[in-house]
Nanobody, 123 residues
Framework: VQLQASGGGLVQAGASLRLSCAAS????????TGWFRQAPGKEREFVAA????????YFGDSAKGRFTISRENGKNTVYLQMDSLKPEDTAVYYC?????????????????WGQGTLVTVSS
């Protein structure tokens, strides 16, 4: 599976951005697409995920109430809509794909990773 993340950029606090993660190659309805982010000097953290088959979403604490996640199965693409962005959302955002039931928020559950897209939120 190959992943292409896009949509990052420089925005002001309170603005919105939509990230996209397009998958190609051997895909499966069992897969989960997860979004993780890594801020400068910090560890990578879980942001959100969605199951390809059911569309069930999952959110990390930092994303609850502000971010939504959706998928367009016909295009093998997952979107992360980020609203009310804050400076602390500044990070490189990575999308990843895995086949996991219980480890949605664990990086080790995702064998396929995209290249990352930079989101910078100015105050």
């Amino acid at each position: 599976v190959q992943l292409q993340a896009s949509g990052g950029g420089l925005v002001q606090a309170g603005a919105s951005l939509r990230l996209s993660c397009a998958a190609s190659g051997r895909t499966s309805g069992r897969y989960v697409t997860g979004w993780f982010r890594q801020a400068p000097g910090k560890e990578r953290e879980f942001v959100a995920a969605i199951r390809w088959g059911s569309g069930s979403p999952y959110f990390g604490d930092s994303a609850k109430g502000r971010f939504t996640i959706s998928r367009e199965n016909g295009k093998n693409t997952v979107y992360l809509q980020m609203d009310s962005l804050k400076p602390e959302d500044t990070a490189v955002y990575y999308c990843a794909v895995g086949d996991t039931n219980w480890g949605i928020a664990r990086q080790s559950e995702y064998p396929y990773w995209g290249q990352g897209t930079l989101v910078t939120v100015s105050s």
